[in-house]
């Protein structure tokens, strides 16, 4: 495409291995978490990278662009913000549903803090589309999207994961981040095969590549970013690079950062394996359409005669209509997964544990990192004690409410037993309330009413907004 920036080779930048990210040698670029980042008062190390002239590219987790709902303005606006303090040359984000519920179910609004796959069907390709546009309206620079890893699978889909990205591509112009790791990923836990996926997406639309380490566990491959890159996953990006040249190429680590020599390594293996020599594959033709015209699938707003589809960022009677289809079938999935109601129909519900046990274990982990004090105060009692809270009970308003909710959970059964660690608990929370506690009556009445909402859900019985 036009005009896409050459990045080289980068890593992921995180405050847990900044001062190594910035010797590391041979390092193009950085992508930064963007949520993470406030942009009147940005880490030193990055300011730092800035000053040596090492590209900075905010990378969003939050939109939901998969989602049923239009993005939100305020989201949006905080990433166009980041990007343009970082002096960005593009922003990206997931094809991914993030939250569900709300308006368009009326029913309360739940929050996956995981990042889980579209199905591949028109209507999600409609509203997707919408919202890529939204987006890139909003925006100062160009929109990456990325493709992401699933435990899971969607019942009934209409497309392969190419042919989905290939009309997502021509329909908005937006720019692919490739992920080889979840294409692998996807091979292992779906069947999926990452050749032919490459085959039928358009690579010349590729702003750049993430490269990630995982590990097989509950019979599944998990996408951890906390394992070593595998010789697998480097034969995918091998594959990518006989087809095409990539712009930019990302080590990805998020957890368990091993030393610096294991870092350099690991992007030793990348630089290797995009510099070996290999005949590359012609790029696939654009405007051909995924399955030679998305018109001769989809004829909703084709315009012109190439059988190629617009989406409008405007609302229209076909497109809402799949959103209340798109909301009420991720609402029920999201549902099933953090709320523990039943498994929505075609879905292997094996997998479904193992997703929702996913989920809720990086909730565990991520409270733990963000609210150190707790696992101190609680010792060895605060997994459990963390996984018993959070089974069937979704997250609400992030990770640091979570957190909240959490210990006063604890504090309104009386927990724990020791009476000091009880106090602690307590001042912890009334730092970061802002309030005293609850008292007695009214834990005792929280308690209550969070178990028939427990029990509702057991039985099936769908929750209804306040009127």
């Known amino acids: 495409m036009k005009d896409t920036p050459q990045l080289g080779i980068g890593i992921g930048w995180r405050p847990e291995i900044a001062e190594t990210v910035e010797g590391l040698p041979g390092i193009d670029w950085v992508e930064a978490v963007a ?18 002239g090492v590209t900075v590219v905010p990378h969003g987790v939050s939109l939901g662009l998969g989602g049923a709902d239009r993005p939100g303005a305020g989201r949006l606006a905080d990433l166009a913000a980041r990007a343009e303090a970082l002096g960005s040359p593009l922003v990206t984000e997931h094809i991914a549903f993030v939250r569900a519920g709300g308006a ?46 699933a435990l899971i699978s969607w019942p009934g889909e209409e497309m392969s994961e190419g042919q989905f990205l290939a009309e997502l591509v021509e329909r908005t112009g937006a720019r692919l981040l490739i992920d080889v790791a979840n294409l692998h990923t996807n091979h292992v836990n779906l069947g999926e095969d990452p050749a032919t996926a490459l085959g039928e ?35 995918v990006l091998a594959e990518l690079r006989s087809r095409v040249s990539p ?30 020599r ?18 001769s699938a989809d004829t909703s707003g084709s315009t012109g005669t190439s059988g190629a589809v617009t989406c409008s960022t405007g609302t229209s009677t076909g497109t809402d209509s799949a959103r209340v289809r798109l909301a009420l079938s991720q609402t029920a999935l999201l549902s099933a997964l953090v709320a523990g109601t039943p498994a929505p129909e075609g879905f292997d519900s094996r997998r ?31 997994r459990p004690a963390f996984l018993s809270y959070a089974a069937n009970r979704p997250m609400r308003d992030g990770y640091r409410r979570d957190a909240l909710d959490f210990v006063e959970r604890l504090l309104a059964e009386g927990r724990p037993e020791d009476a000091a660690a009880r106090r602690r608990l307590a001042l912890w929370w009334r730092e970061r ?13 929280r308690v209550a009413r969070a178990a028939l909402v427990t029990h509702g859900r057991a039985a099936g019985v769908p929750e209804r907004s306040a009127p």
């Open 247 to 276: 712009p930019g190429v990302l080590l990805e680590r998020d957890d368990d950062f091993p030393p610096a020599a294991e870092l350099a390594g690991e992007l030793a293996l990348i630089r290797e394996t995009i510099t070996a």
């Open 433 to 445: 309330a802002g309030s005293r506690p609850p008292r007695r009556a009214t834990r005792f009445l």
């Open 35 to 52: 949520e993470n980042l406030c942009p009147g008062h940005l880490p030193e190390s990055l300011e730092r990278l800035r000053e040596r």
């Open 201 to 235: 997406l358009p690579v010349e639309a590729i702003a750049y590549v993430h490269v990630a380490g995982g590990t097989e566990r509950d019979g599944v491959w998990h996408d951890t970013h906390a394992h070593p890159v595998t010789r697998p996953v480097l034969d």
């Open 104 to 149: 368009l179910t009326a029913s309360p609004v739940l929050e996956a803090g995981h990042l889980l796959p579209v199905p591949r069907t028109w209507d999600a390709l409609r509203a997707l589309c919408e919202n890529v546009r939204i987006a890139q309206d909003s925006l100062p620079v160009p929109l990456a999207v990325e493709n992401i890893a």
């Open 278 to 295: 290999g005949t590359a594959v012609p790029a696939r033709p654009t405007g051909t359409g995924a399955t030679g015209g998305a018109g």
């Open 352 to 382: 479904l544990g193992v997703q929702s046990r996913a989920l809720t274990a990086k909730r565990a982990g991520v409270v733990a990192r963000i609210a150190p004090e707790l696992p101190e105060i609680l010792g060895d009692g605060f």
